[in-house]
């Protein structure tokens, strides 16, 4: 019974909910409070710290609250930093276009003034 009552804890867990939720949730069901929470404790992933609570409840202590397991909230993008990267990028690889665009011409001139600089030069000194 202890087993069947795990997987259904687990269950509860996997969609979120609290693990306290989950052992008041059988217990509102009928299930033996004691086993429910020796089921509560077998669970692989509790932590240490729970595991002697399961002790206390096979003595014969009342357990008032489980502790819960600790929230991992997921980690958030902040999206606006991501669009600030890119408008600078995006000037960065319009300067640089700009660059190799002016390189070009400067050596296309340099190009033109070796096979035809003595006649550019002829031309201007008339």
């Given at each position: ?113 070796i096979f035809f600089g003595k006649e ?7």
């Open positions: 019974m202890i087993e069947e009552i795990s997987g259904g804890l687990r269950n509860a867990l996997e969609r979120g909910a609290s693990l306290e939720e989950a052992v008041q949730s059988f217990i509102k069901a009928g299930y033996n409070p004691i086993e429910v929470r020796q089921a509560a404790q077998s669970l692989s992933y509790l932590p240490q710290t729970m595991r002697p609570v399961a002790e206390q409840v096979q003595e014969g202590y009342k357990m008032s609250a489980l502790p819960s397991l600790p929230n991992q909230q997921p980690q958030k993008t902040n999206y606006s930093l991501t669009s600030s990267r890119s408008k600078p990028r995006a000037k960065k690889n319009i300067l640089v276009i700009i660059l190799i665009l002016l390189l070009l011409i400067l050596v296309g001139g340099l190009v033109y003034f550019l030069l002829d031309s201007f000194l008339g």
